[in-house]
Every structure is written in structure tokens, then in C-alpha cells.
């Protein structure tokens, strides 16, 4: 089924291990976005990308790091695991006309930094 | 402040009844308004567009007042599976030309038999 498809479902870490979550789309489309949902916050916009080779940071982007080298991954990469970012994780992805329609978000990855 | 401010809730309301949510959002340049559903333990889907004159969808209507910064979303016999967090969403181009979408924090909705 075409949609987002994130990897893993599940993670847990210990504190100062790294890892890579997996963002997929196969919509075509050019935006591509990460976000973390934690109780009480709403979710918050960690980085984004408007195309292939072209990055963003949004509202939370300290820990992490993304990549775009092609129009269909956008891989987000935790460089040392805190506690603090221990939350659910979720991918979208728009086309250029998201203003209208909206972004598709994939299923999230839930992750615990222990 | 939050850029974009719901009422947590939760409502409690009984089937068939009406029940309306509002939000107020902070950015006069935000272009793009929705409300999405979010579900226990899932991702969050879209549930309509906002427009400015106002549309509806079924049992569903949504209102926004730009003069205001304010939108609601107004549920009509409200069934079981409504039950849900419905959460505001605005969307402002940035200069890079991205698509930014800031949520608020969530309504929570519980339709009880």
C-alpha cells in the first residue's frame, strides 16, 4: 500500500548508543518531515526537508541528524541517546501542495533511551 | 505561549450528542488550517481542511475566523468511534519554501453509550 513506512516500530537504547530510524515514501513526494509527540507537548518538528539534498532544522533538532540523497528516505539518526529523547517518532511526507492537503504520517517509532 | 492552543479536555458526552472544539493559533502568517485525528497509540490522520468560508463533511463541520486567529471543528451525532484526540493544525510556508505544520497540544474526545 503506498504511505509512509517507518522502521523500527519499536527501540530501546541505553544512554550514548546511536541509531538510525527509517523514513520511507513512496507518494513522490518532495516534503518530508520528522517529528517527536511527547505527553502534555503536542508534537514538535525536529528537521525537515523540501527535496532530495536539501535539509532543515525545525523546532527541536539538537541530538539529532537527517539526510535526504534521495526523494523517497529521509532517515533520522540519533548521534548519543539521551533519556530526554525518549518519545514517539513520527515521519510525513507532502506533496507540494501540503498547504492544501495535508501530510501523511507514517505508523512512528516508539523509542526508549534507558 | 503556544503557537497554537487547544483545550485538553477530555469531553465526556454521550452518543448523539453535539460536541465543538475551538483552537487559537499565535501566527498571522499562517496560511493552512486542518484538524487531524489521532486514536490511542497511533499515527495522526487527516481529518479535514479548514477553509474560510467554512466547510463540512458529513457530521463535521469546520469554521475559521482569520480576524480572530481562531477555528473550531463542530461534531454532530457524535458516534462511539469518534472517540479520539483531535488535534489543530496550521501550516505556514517558511522562506526556504518548506512546509511547516505546527500542531496543537490535542483535544480528547470520549463518546460514552
Known amino acids: 500500500n503506498a504511505g509512509v513506512t517507518q522502521t523500527p516500530k519499536f527501540q530501546v537504547l541505553k544512554t550514548g548508543q546511536s541509531m538510525t530510524l527509517q523514513c520511507a515514501q513512496d507518494?513522490?513526494?518532495?516534503?518530508m518531515s520528522w517529528y517527536r509527540q511527547d505527553p502534555g507537548m503536542g508534537l514538535r518538528l525536529i528537521h525537515y526537508s523540501v527535496g532530495a539534498g536539501i535539509t532543515d532544522q525545525g523546532e527541536v533538532p539538537n541530538g539529532y541528524n537527517v539526510s535526504r540523497s534521495t526523494t523517497e528516505d529521509f532517515p533520522l539518526r540519533l548521534l548519543s541517546a539521551a533519556p530526554s529523547q525518549t518519545s514517539v517518532y513520527f515521519c510525513a511526507s507532502s506533496s507540494n501542495r501540503g498547504r492544501i492537503y495535508g501530510y501523511t504520517f507514517g505508523s512512528g517509532t516508539r523509542l526508549t533511551v534507558v | 505561549r503556544k503557537e497554537v492552543e487547544q483545550d485538553p479536555g477530555p469531553f465526556n458526552v454521550p452518543e448523539g450528542a453535539t460536541v465543538a472544539f475551538n483552537c487559537t493559533y499565535s501566527n498571522s502568517a499562517s496560511q493552512s488550517f486542518f484538524w487531524y485525528r489521532q486514536d490511542c497509540r497511533k499515527e495522526p490522520k487527516l481529518l479535514m481542511s479548514v477553509y474560510s468560508s467554512g466547510n463540512e463533511d458529513g457530521r463535521f463541520t469546520a469554521q475559521l475566523n482569520r480576524a480572530s486567529q481562531y477555528i473550531s471543528l463542530l461534531i454532530r451525532d457524535s458516534k462511539l468511534s469518534d472517540s479520539a484526540t483531535y488535534l489543530c493544525v496550521v501550516n505556514k510556508m517558511n522562506n526556504n519554501a518548506g512546509n511547516m505544520l505546527t500542531f496543537g497540544g490535542g483535544t480528547r474526545l470520549m463518546v460514552k453509550p
Open positions: 507518494m513522490n513526494h518532495e516534503y
